[in-house]
């Protein structure tokens, strides 16, 4: 009780600080992801996501370089095929541009990078739809084929994670069999497993080309207002096999972080999202925040509730900032 009790002790100077702090960002939690584009002959800047870019393949090694170099230990990868048609062709093409970045970076990086695949279909489908469209409908079990072949061509290419993030039903039971069956029984599964349908994509779909062409996608991602729906999706895909689950978004979403790590005690990621990278660019640039506070302040909260992992755009700034450099 006050005043023998007085909390501001614990406060007094930044060492004390430090020394009890409850939580910390490691570098090794970070999962920084990238465009890849078919075709491009450099790097070209995404206007909604300051200082993020589409990368060409060359131009992503050379960043890789520099990113393995200060400890960056894994990246996702979304890719920008040059042609797009109903069937989604080039996510599981041999040859497609994620088939061949992941080749490339495996032969660079080997054990050195952890990469990860996003296994999703819409960035290479003309309708810009995450699966197979009849209609106005978005085919489920239809769709599974198609990205239990891409998750398979990635895996050969050397993805070391393949990360589904479409939100068909069963599609994590059908990756894990697909790759079981081929050999590639020690590829992880990184499960999207409650994906929100959030409006704080918006940038990303800019930077990934995949905004569907009609409709959206609540007929498959799920209804913000729902906690109970999401430990179902993590239960049915800790089921079929997923190795790490994911919560995405993850500031308008720590409730169900919490609860899902809590409950289920698995290796969880959440996804800082496009546009809550873009919501403190702006405000930076307005002058209204500082970056590094509020960056720090954002992925404290994350890791607080419960990520073991968080994918952000954030990630290089962080790494320099833990390293001391700027
Ligand atoms: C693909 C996919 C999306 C994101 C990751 N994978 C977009 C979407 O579902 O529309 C969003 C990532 C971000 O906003 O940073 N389905």
């Known amino acids: ?182 050999g590639f029984s020690d590829t992880l599964i990184m499960s999207y497993a409650a994906k929100y349908a959030s409006t704080f994509y918006g940038p990303f779909r800019e930077a990934a080309e995949s905004a569907p062409s009609f409709g959206d996608r609540r007929s498959y991602q799920m209804d913000p207002r729902n906690v109970n729906e999401a430990l179902r999706e993590v239960y049915l895909d800790i089921q079929e096999g997923a190795d790490i689950i994911m919560v995405k978004p993850a500031l308008s979403y720590l409730d169900v972080l919490y609860r899902v790590k809590k409950d289920f005690g698995y290796p969880t990621a959440a996804y800082n999202v496009s546009g809550e990278y873009t919501m403190i660019k702006l405000m930076v640039e307005k002058g209204y925040i500082k970056e590094k506070d509020a960056v720090f302040e954002v992925l404290n909260s994350i890791k607080r509730a419960g990520a073991d992992m968080i994918l952000t755009y954030f990630a290089e700034d962080v790494a320099r900032w833990l390293r001391g450099e700027v």
Do not use: W
């Open 1 to 182: 009780m006050f005043p023998r009790t007085r909390m501001r002790r614990l406060r007094r100077s930044q060492l004390i600080r430090d020394f009890v702090r409850e939580t910390q960002i490691d570098i090794k939690d970070l999962i920084y992801p990238f465009f890849v584009e078919e075709g491009l002959s450099d790097k070209k800047p995404i206007s909604a996501m300051p200082n993020q870019f589409r990368y060409s393949i060359d131009s992503l090694v050379k960043k890789l370089g520099d990113l393995v170099e200060i400890g960056i230990p894994a990246i996702i990868l979304f890719g920008i095929p040059a042609e797009k048609d109903s069937l989604a062709s080039s996510a599981y093409d041999k040859n497609g541009i994620i088939q061949q970045a992941v080749r490339k970076l495996k032969e660079e990086f080997g054990e050195d990078l952890i990469v990860i695949t996003d296994i999703c279909l819409c960035e290479y489908t003309d309708h810009g739809h995450c699966g197979i469209v009849r209609g106005n409908e978005i085919l489920n079990d239809e769709t599974l084929e198609l990205l239990a072949k891409t998750a398979l061509s990635h895996a050969e290419a050397g993805a070391d994670i393949v990360a589904p993030s479409d939100m068909m039903d069963g599609r994590v039971g059908a990756i894990r069999a697909a790759l079981d069956k081929e």
